[in-house]
């Protein structure tokens, strides 16, 4: 398995769903939403980019499964090997015209993510990683911020939009950190949350309620960066279990801080 060749094969594919998704932007009825959950909404857009993912990447590696958010293709084989696939990360964000969405692709084999590309579609950035290669934007390696405390940090989080019963802890942990920070902000992706926790715009990130979709590519780009991840327990089942918390240096402060509330 030549993983660079898959990379840059999985970054073309990003690319290819990045402009589909401009495309329809220019066009898009909101009357086309569709609602999976409370406030949990899908368009034509999602699907229809996720089907062009599932048939280029089957091209690049026909024996890997899939994991997707759209179930238009899916794998039963968790332990294998999977392409694991969000074709429209901040969906809400796309349909209410707010320009910040990406395409997260990774290849992994059970919980350890071999290749991750995430591309924010507005401004045409494209990150990825490949296990043990380090973590590039627009061809350029990247490196996770300097800070070292979290009293001099800049974090990331996901407000919970659905399933609220950890809320008040959720919300806990917010008031804590807004007096122990620079600030917390919340752009709608958590892709791109990571890949800029990846680069170091943010020092951390943490969310809870989070897909596997939402966050493989992504945790590999912070790690091949040099940042660490974990679950909020802090181990290792951050890609199936549900929450992650990803860092600079600061991500055993952020951590602590969590584990104070989140019990």
Not at 102 to 108: D, E, F, H, K, N
Not at 175 to 196: C, F, N, P, V, W
Request: hydrophobic share 40%; aromatic share 12%; proline share 2%.
């Amino acid at each position: 398995m030549n993983l660079q060749e898959i990379c840059h094969q999985t970054v073309e594919v990003a690319k290819e769903a990045g402009a589909f998704i401009a495309q329809e932007s220019a066009k898009f009825n909101r009357n086309s939403v569709e609602y999976k959950d409370v406030n949990n909404v899908v368009s034509y857009v999602d699907k229809e980019t996720e089907k062009i993912i599932v048939s280029r990447l089957r091209e690049i590696w026909p024996e890997a499964g899939f994991i997707t958010e759209e179930g238009t293709a899916d794998s039963s084989d968790l332990d294998g090997l999977n392409w694991i696939i969000d074709p429209l990360d901040g969906t809400a964000n796309f349909i209410h015209g707010l320009p910040n969405y990406s395409v997260s692709l990774a290849l992994a084999r059970g919980k350890d993510v071999l290749v991750g590309v995430v591309y924010v579609v507005c401004s045409s950035e494209v990150f990825y990683a490949m296990k043990g290669g380090g973590a590039f934007r627009n061809d350029q390696q990247i490196k996770v911020s300097p800070i070292k405390h979290l009293g001099e940090s800049l974090l990331a989080t996901g407000f919970p939009y659905y399933k609220f019963e950890n809320q008040d802890k959720y919300l806990k942990i917010l008031e804590s950190l807004m007096q122990k920070t620079h600030g917390l902000r919340r752009m709608g992706s958590a892709a791109i949350d990571l890949a800029y926790t990846a680069c170091g715009y943010f020092d951390g990130f943490y969310e809870y309620n989070l897909n596997s979709w939402d966050m493989a590519a992504g945790i590999l780009l912070v790690t091949e960066a040099g940042g660490f991840a974990s679950d909020f327990s802090g181990g290792d089942n951050h890609l199936f279990g549900g929450d992650v918390v990803v860092g600079s240096a600061v991500h055993a402060e952020l951590l602590v801080e969590i584990q104070r509330y989140w019990k």
